[in-house]
Every structure is written in C-alpha cells, then in structure tokens.
C-alpha cells in the first residue's frame, strides 16, 4: 500500500513543485505525461495479463480505438468528454468482446498470436481509413473538453492525467479484491479446479478482456490529446510489445508496477533512443536481464508483493 | 426414488486402449459407492468424465433428472456435483479460507461483484469457516494453500468439495497420502455424510471401502465386472483373482 501513494504523491509533485514556481521546464512534465498515459495501458493489460494470465499480444488495439475515436468525433465537431468518453469506452469494449470470444477458445502461443492478429486488423483499418489520413494520420481541430472546461490542454493537462490514472488504480484495485477479480485469478492459478468449483471461465476471462479494453480507450483518448494527432501507428504490434514489457518490467498482477514498467520504457526509450536508433538492440536484453532477475518486477524490489 | 447419478453404457478410449468399456453405474441418494480396482482400470478417466473434463465417446450420464452427458464442468458444478482431484487440486495463491469461500460461491454465487472485497463478504466467509472446521483445517484458515503440507492439501482437497453442500461428491482417492490419524478422521466424516448426499468414492485404502461403502464396483480395464454388497463383493472369487488377492 505505501509504494503505490509514494509513486503518486511523487507524480503529484511535479504541478505542485512548477506553480510554486521551480523551474522543471516544460520536457519533465511531458515526459511524465506519457508515463502515466502509459501507466493507464498497462494497468488495464496487467487486469488480464497478470491477474488473469492472459498474455494478449493486442492491447495497442484498444488504446488505437480510444484514441480513434477522439479523433472521429473531431472530425464530428464533437470534442466534449462527455461523448467522447463513453463512445471510445464502449467501441474498445465491444472491440474486446467479439475478438475475445474467438481468442479464448485458444491458450497459450495461440491466444498471443491471435490477439496480435486482431490488432493488425485494426492497425489495417486504421491505416484504410481514408477522410482521416490513412497512413499518415490525422491532425485535431481541438482537443477533448470536459464539460466544457479545456482540462486536456496548457497545465491542465498533467492534472487530469494524474486524476484518471489515480482513479483506473483505484478501480482496478477494488476489481481485483472483489469477487471477480478473484475469481479471475483463481481461474489462472487452478482453471480445471476453478471450474469444477462451477465458476464459468470464458465468461469471467471475457468480461475481464472488455474491462480491460475499455479502461485502455481511456488512456487512447488521453494519447491523442497529448499529440493532437492520431495514426495507425497507435496500434502497431510494437506498441503491444511495450505494453506487455512495461507490465512485466514492473511486476504482473501488481498493478501499480505499470507505473514503473511504463516509467521504466519511456525513459529507456527517451535515453537509448538519444544514444543510438538501435535502441531496441539494447533494450530487448536488459529486458531479458530484468526477467530473470527481478522475478516480481520492479515493484518487487525489497519487499513483497503489496 | 430416482437414482442421483445414473450412468449408463459409457465408454471411452484412447487409441486402441479402452479405458472405459460400457460401463452403466447407479448411486443412490445418501449412499455411498465405491469404485475400486487396480491401477490404469479407468477410475480416475470415469471421475473426469463425470465432472465433465473428459468427454465420453458413447453413453450418457444422468445427474438426478438432468442429462448432463454433454454439458460443461462448470454447469454440472452448479447442478450439484462436487470432485475432489486424486492429484491435489487447489488455488495455491490463496489462503485455505479463500480456497474454501470461492467453492462456497462458485456453487451457489455469482462471480460477477465488482465493488465489494471478497474478504469481507461474510456470508462466505462463515460458511467457509465451518467447513474448515468440519475438515479438520480450522487451525489453518489463514496458510497459503500452496504452503500446505501433503496431509493437509487432501483435507482442503475435501472441503473444497464439501462447501458446495453438493447433492453428489466425487471423490478420487481422497485419503492417499493422509497419515493413518487424517486417514481415521477422514474416514469419520465421510461416515457422517451418508444420508445427506451421495458419494461416488474411488479409494485403494481397503478398510476405509469395506468401512464406508454401501455398494462396490470393482473395475478392471474399463469394466465393471463385479457389483454388489461390500460382503458380497468380499467373497466373490472372481474379484480376489482379478484385484482383492494380495489383501484377503
Ligand atoms: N489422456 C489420456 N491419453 C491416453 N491414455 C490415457 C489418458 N488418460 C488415461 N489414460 C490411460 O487410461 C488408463 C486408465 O487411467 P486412469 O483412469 O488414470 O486409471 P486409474 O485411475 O484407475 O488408475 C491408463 O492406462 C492410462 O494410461
Ligand atoms: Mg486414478
């Protein structure tokens, strides 16, 4: 319980420290940003992946549907969250529960593959979808409004990130205490007994596959304010690949370990990235090395799993 | 009354190997029945298909009024069917009580809260305290299940199937591996479920079947070839040739 407030009180610093008016400049609150835009992902991808042990290769899918639909709805003239949200929360949602109930009926090797196949379709439709860019994307009239109020732009921005990554934790961890979340869990630690004890493990592993997806549009419609822009690229298999390494990195089932993981990626990828543009070269062993050594993840270091 | 299980003709096989070769069973309510014979007859392929892991290729099973041949394991739990695993069978993560209070729910709950933490739902909670005390784990509710010693794994293993308050219980050998002192508390609280649900048990301890058992079956390569008492299936020379021998 301590670490994960230490990480938020940390990131609630950064407002606090530039308004009492320490100069951090403009690129730590950008940084950390997309830290927490990427904290969201991976905290919904670590519901299946770590507590149900659901190893699904597609998760940039849903974060490109989240981030899809802002853009849609741009083009719509409809920029208020109190549209916005809801649409990209129930397409992801949707997304998750057709794709999901043919992934499940696979384990394993084939569960990944098809996840990564369900999200090069989008990646592919996205990239067809002519009156807003195709390939090259496309550019916001206006960011998301809240009610009204521009809390998605200027120093606003990093606030309300702050508040919806705070609010996914809070949910995802009262999931995860609940019947369900347990129940879930129990699938993935013991799923022949799970269901001689009558639970029904597709539809707990389903439901759980929707959550997920729609808690990630959150963090998909956050990425494309934070660009003012949108492409295919959003839902590249890469971007799958980062997520899955940003939940392993900070610890699976922690779900405050994304924090970390995704703190760990961007900056490996902000710092390699400087170094060389082979950065991925050096990254995929330091991954390896962080596997076999930090069994929990980062936020496993020195202590146990909170 | 009807029958609570009634399987009949089943059969099932494996290549050339028949593990299961047309075999037709009847529990009665508050009975026990046992199934015994050597090691590689099928007992444990019969309990699967029962609980509904594995599918039979021919037959039919008939839980009460239901068919549920072809339904899912999960279905049949909560019809009332409860297994134990003759290869101990828990969620190792979790506490003993947690173990408990998800059978509790999974029989007769739903999965789908969201809000409250499964922790401080009562209901559950108690119920699966009385189990445990039932089995003889009360002493334990907080160990991780995974920690457990092996004496102590089969205990959870029963009250697993206990705290569904099922109307039939499968249980695989569930006293292999209990010291002789489980063994005898085991067998007590067996003995005091008669009557109030039935009991399909495949158990090598000897004493414990002639002890618990209303009707044997004693199976070898897939079939049945004696049912009766456990006096008559005592004397019946063709069970001490086939399995008793040694024992008698
Ligand atoms: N999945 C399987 N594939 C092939 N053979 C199997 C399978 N499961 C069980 N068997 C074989 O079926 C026979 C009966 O096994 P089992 O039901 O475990 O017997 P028992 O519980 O009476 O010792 C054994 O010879 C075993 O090797
Ligand atoms: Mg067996």
Redesign the pocket.
Known sequence: MKLPLAIFALLALVPILSALGVPLGGFVPLLLGRVMIFAIAAMSLDLILGIGGLASFGHAAPLAIGAYAVAILDAANIHDAVIVVPVAMAAAGFFATATGAVALRTRGVNFIMITLAFAQMIYFAAASLADYGGDDGYTLYSRTTVLGAKLLDGKAFYPTVLVVLFLVWLKLRIIAASRFGRTLSAIRQNRPRAQALGFNAFAVELAAMAIASALCALAGVLLANEAEFVSPAFASWARSGDLMVMVILGGVGSLHGAILGAFAVVMAEEALGRLTQHWPLLFGPSLVLAVLFLRRGIAGIGGRRD | MTDLLRITDLRKHYGALRVTDGVTLKLAPGSIHAVIGP?GAG??TLIHQISGTVRPDAGSIHLADHDITTLPPHRRARLGLARSF?ITSVLPEFSVLENVALAVLGARGSAFGFLRPLAAEKRLNDAASTVLARVGLAARPASLAGALSHGEKRQLELALALAAEPKVMLL??PLAGAGPEEAERLIALLATLRGHCGILL?EHDMDAVFQLADEISVLSQGRVIANGTPAEIRADPAVRAAYLGEDF
Do not use: F, L, R, S
Request: cysteine-free.
């Open positions: 090691n007992k444990t003759q695989d050998e495949v």
